[in-house]
């Protein structure tokens, strides 16, 4: 067990719909990363978070958006689904804010576009 | 542009033999990160490694080694006297330095290892 947690575990639901997936990260961890993996697009980075604030941006599209609360939670928001969004969403967290040090994964929460 | 290139797509050896995992990267940048990932059939990613460009020194834990070649852009990953647990798809992964917001981890497309009992 990672310390991380993301729910839901599974969420299936239909196109042009909007879905909220949701990440917490280690105790003390001040760090959310979050990333998705498909069959088509393999795992991509998409959005990190640091202490409340944006930190970098990876291949996120814009029907996507992020937050981390100040509980340090962290949301991952994907609106006007596509059939091309069914994937494993992962979310990470670290200690620190850059460059990708030690992180720790979640389970992920797999989404499935119907 | 940044590229990680995982040639091996599947590896299959039998348990206790030793199997490198290749990883060749691209990259402008002189300074850069280099990753490994480990992805068992559990689903969950586990972080195994991160290297700076500026380290070129091979790491070693347990039976994990680590070569990191500038000189032909490579960082293998090589596993001894595997064991079923090893059993895995590896991913390697390359980010150059975070100077702005950005900046992003590439990864390549993973080696699925199995380990034969």
């Known amino acids: 067990d990672s310390g991380v947690t993301q729910t839901p575990k599974h969420l299936i639901t239909a196109t042009g719909q909007r879905v909220t997936l949701r990440c917490s990260p280690r105790?003390?961890?001040?760090?959310v990363y979050w990333y998705q993996q498909s069959l088509d697009q393999g795992l991509q980075f998409l959005i990190q978070?640091?202490?409340?604030?944006?930190?970098a941006k990876g291949n996120i599209l814009e029907r996507f958006s992020a937050q981390q609360f100040p509980d340090l939670h962290s949301e991952l928001n994907l609106s006007s689904l596509e059939l091309g969004d069914s994937a494993l969403y992962f979310c990470?967290?670290?200690?620190?804010?850059?460059?990708?040090?030690?992180?720790?994964f979640g389970p992920g929460t797999r989404l499935t576009v119907l | 542009a940044q590229k990680v290139t995982q040639a091996q797509t599947e590896i299959s050896v039998v348990e206790k033999e030793d199997v490198t995992l290749d990883c060749v990267y691209e990259?402008?940048?002189?300074?850069?990160?280099l990753f490994w990932y480990k992805q068992p059939p559990s689903g969950e990613l586990v972080f195994l490694i991160r290297?700076?460009?500026?380290?070129?020194q091979n790491e070693i834990s347990g039976r994990y080694s680590w070569n990191f070649q500038k000189s032909t852009s490579s960082f293998n990953f090589t596993i001894t006297a595997s064991q079923v647990v090893d059993s895995a798809v590896y991913f390697c992964?390359?980010?150059?330095?975070?100077?702005?917001?950005?900046?992003?981890?590439?990864f390549g497309k993973g080696t699925r290892l199995h380990i034969l009992p």
């Open positions: 990470a967290s670290s200690v620190g804010w850059g460059d990708y040090n030690e992180q720790f």
């Open positions: 290297r700076n460009s500026f380290d070129e």
């Open positions: 105790s003390g961890d001040l760090s």
């Open positions: 992964a390359l980010s150059e330095l975070f100077m702005n917001r950005d900046d992003k981890i590439i």
């Open positions: 990259t402008r940048d002189t300074t850069y990160y």
């Open positions: 978070y640091y202490n409340g604030e944006e930190r």
